[in-house]
């Protein structure tokens, strides 16, 4: 004897898994009115879709960055969509600040360890799976990064198009505000390293021979030796240094400063101690 699906049946399911409303019904029949054998089903057909859109571009979603309350940890998690139709809906967005939520209450050292959290009787890679089917696109979490630090200060840009995290040696509740516009500073200028020291060595090798490499090439220096040439970019690096980190780079919000100078006002002993920048694309 066939299982009568009514109409309150698919309204519970479709109130519960946001699928569409023929998604719903043809789930509930095959899983003869079982609500949870019909959740497994919408699953199932967002695992299928997952892979079916495997190799299509998520480069939408929402950046969420959040801090505890003593603010001593924060989390930035990336959910990423093919649209940003789809980034711009509240129940999205609010999706994405619940992975946050628990990333944050969990701290997890991994996104495979966040993605195996448990999430409303299911863990949060297969809510990311069962939403693929709902939302009928790809969505995945991208990125997931985690900061600790006496005082971490968080900063979402451009409506959660980029999340920063800044963390500090010294936690000074009253200065937010201050501290804040040093995480819009890493959102605006997007810096790679909190100093000079921060930088890979393969990196600043890398940056000497490329401008070992033009200079060579330029006519003006011909006559100069390859030493000479060796030593002016070793020495160009400074300003190398002054583009790409964050201490050393002008203040955004008074470029009379270095952020590091700045910082010294705020309290003299006052620096950062590590940053995180998570951007959509």
Do not use: C, W
């Amino acid at each position: 004897m066939s299982v009568v699906i009514t109409a309150a049946d698919v309204k519970k399911l479709r109130d519960m898994t946001g699928a569409g409303m023929s998604d719903v019904k043809n789930a509930l029949t095959e899983a003869e009115g079982d609500f949870e054998k019909a959740i497994e089903v919408l699953r199932k057909k967002g695992q299928k879709l997952s892979l079916k859109r495997a190799d299509r571009e998520a480069t939408e979603g929402a950046v969420i960055a959040m801090v505890s309350d003593d603010r001593r940890r924060g989390v930035v998690v990336k959910l990423s969509s093919e649209t940003d139709f789809v980034s711009k809906n509240e129940g999205f967005v609010n999706l994405a600040k619940q992975f946050a939520q628990i990333a944050l209450e969990n701290f997890p050292a991994t996104k495979e360890a966040l993605l195996s959290l448990p999430f409303d009787g299911m863990t949060v890679g297969d809510k990311v799976t069962e939403q693929v089917g709902v939302i009928g696109e790809k969505i995945e979490i991208a990125a997931y990064e985690r900061l600790e630090g006496e005082m971490v200060v968080p900063y979402i840009h451009m409506g959660n198009k980029a999340g920063v995290l800044v963390a500090y040696n010294q936690n000074l509740a009253d200065k937010y505000d201050e501290l804040r516009g040093v995480a819009m500073q890493v959102a605006a200028m997007k810096p790679i390293a909190v100093d000079e020291q921060d930088i890979p060595q393969s990196v600043k090798d890398k940056e000497v021979e490329i401008r070992l490499e033009a200079s060579m090439q330029d006519p003006k220096n011909a006559s100069k030796p390859k030493e000479i040439l060796e030593k002016i970019a070793v020495g160009s690096l400074k300003k190398f240094f002054e583009e790409v980190t964050l201490l050393n780079q002008d203040y955004v919000r008074d470029n009379s400063k270095k952020v590091g100078d700045y910082l010294k006002t705020v309290h003299k002993d006052l620096t950062v101690t590590d940053f995180k920048h998570v951007t959509l694309g």
